[in-house]
């Protein structure tokens, strides 16, 4: 399920507001392909608050403030997944990257 919420919600609301705000605000191109802080900032405050939430209300992960590390640190992986997969290959990587951070729990 996390995986496919990172996919879903934090790359979709990202690309909203790259496009709306990140003209403006920080554009940057990595392998010809136009980002934006703003939509990076959003992937990762939205990444970051899926896994909290996940990891709080699904029994199936451990003690919720062991894996609070993980939910620092996973979202960070995943944005940079995220600004170096590019011509769509994100839609495929950040659930594979998701799922093999958090198989190792």
Same mark, same amino acid.
């Given at each position: 399920?996390?995986?496919? /919420?990172?996919?879903?919600?934090?790359?979709?609301? #990202?690309?909203?507001?790259?496009?709306?705000?990140? @003209?403006?605000?920080? *554009?940057?191109? %990595?392998?010809?392909?136009? @980002?934006?802080?703003?939509?990076?900032?959003? $992937?990762?405050?939205?990444? $970051?608050? =899926? %896994?909290?939430? &996940? $990891?709080? *209300?699904?029994?199936?992960?451990?003690?919720?403030?062991?894996?609070?590390?993980? #939910? /620092?640190? =996973?979202?960070? =992986? &995943?944005?940079?997944?995220?600004? &170096? #997969?590019?011509?769509?290959?994100?839609? =495929? /990587? &950040?659930?594979?990257?998701?799922? #093999?951070? %958090?198989? %190792? $729990?």
């Amino acid at each position: 399920a996390a995986a496919i /919420l990172q996919v879903s919600v934090a790359d979709g609301l #990202a690309a909203l507001a790259g496009v709306t705000y990140g @003209k403006k605000h920080g *554009r940057y191109y %990595l392998f010809t392909q136009p @980002k934006s802080v703003v939509g990076s900032l959003i $992937f990762l405050i939205t990444s $970051f608050l =899926l %896994l909290v939430i &996940l $990891f709080v *209300r699904d029994p199936y992960y451990a003690d919720p403030m062991i894996m609070m590390p993980v #939910a /620092l640190m =996973l979202p960070i =992986l &995943l944005v940079c997944v995220e600004n &170096l #997969a590019v011509y769509g290959t994100d839609n =495929l /990587l &950040l659930p594979l990257a998701t799922l #093999a951070v %958090l198989s %190792l $729990f």
